[in-house]
T-cell receptor, first 108, second 114 residues
Framework: ELKVEQNPLFLSMQEGKNYTIYCNYSTTSDRLYWYRQDPGKSLESLFVLLSNGAVKQEGRLMASLDTKARLSTLHITAAVHDLSATYFCAVDMGKIIFGKGTRLHILP | DTGVSQDPRHKITKRGQNVTFRCDPISEHNRLYWYRQTLGQGPEFLTYFQNEAQLEKSRLLSDRFSAERPKGSFSTLEIQRTEQGDSAMYLC????????????FGPGTRLTVL
């Protein structure tokens, strides 16, 4: 079965703290994507990771991919309120499968 | 270019009616995807096109669903004999080439079936 699992599904954290969202997937793939979705809005692409060991950073967000472990992480550094959103990972496993999303709430 | 556009943004229909949605991708984008998203869930893949060719269809896409991209530009998604379970946000995305490229999502069409 093609599965993408995100952990945690809900996260409430304080501004200034660091945290990591995990994305595990069930079948070999070297194409993984991270998206952000604000309430009532569509999805915004954050990162496209295309090889084992790929690391990309944009502002306070950094994503990495370990294809051997079938694991990607999205690390948040010194969180700010504006990062409150739902974050999805998605994996190309012949067709693109999304995780359920991690709803991130950052408290001021 | 203003990005991916979808029309209509909202559609309310009665059970049993047919509905059609339109997606206009970013110009020169060869790939076009359709997804369905229900509240609190991630998008579910429905189908995708490479130019005018439909290359993959999810099992979610029952016989009541059909998608076209006749000239390799805009696409339509039709749902026949709508059911309440079809109520969802229907998202379209496009990318320049294959799945190594960033997908740009449209604003979605929210369907409510009464």
């Amino acid at each position: 079965e093609l599965k993408v699992e995100q952990n945690p599904l809900f996260l409430s954290m304080q501004e200034g703290k660091n945290y990591t969202i995990y994305c595990n997937y069930s079948t070999t793939s070297d194409r993984l994507y991270w998206y952000r979705q604000d309430p009532g809005k569509s999805l915004e692409s954050l990162f496209v990771l295309l090889s084992n060991g790929a690391v990309k950073q944009e502002g306070r967000l950094m994503a990495s991919l370990d294809t051997k472990a079938r694991l990607s992480t999205l690390h948040i550094t010194a969180a700010v309120h504006d990062l409150s959103a739902t974050y999805f990972c998605a994996v190309d496993m012949g067709k693109i499968i999304f995780g359920k999303g991690t709803r991130l709430h950052i408290l001021p | 270019d203003t990005g991916v556009s979808q029309d209509p943004r909202h559609k309310i229909t009665k059970r049993g009616q047919n509905v059609t949605f339109r997606c206009d991708p970013i110009s020169e984008h060869n790939r076009l995807y359709w997804y369905r998203q229900t509240l609190g869930q991630g998008p579910e893949f429905l189908t995708y096109f490479q130019n005018e060719a439909q290359l993959e269809k999810s099992r979610l896409l029952s016989d009541r669903f059909s998608a076209e991209r006749p000239k390799g530009s805009f696409s339509t998604l039709e749902i026949q004999r709508t059911e309440q379970g079809d109520s969802a946000m229907y998202l379209c995305a496009s990318s320049l080439g294959d799945s190594r490229d960033t997908q740009y999502f449209g604003p979605g069409t929210r369907l409510t079936v009464l």
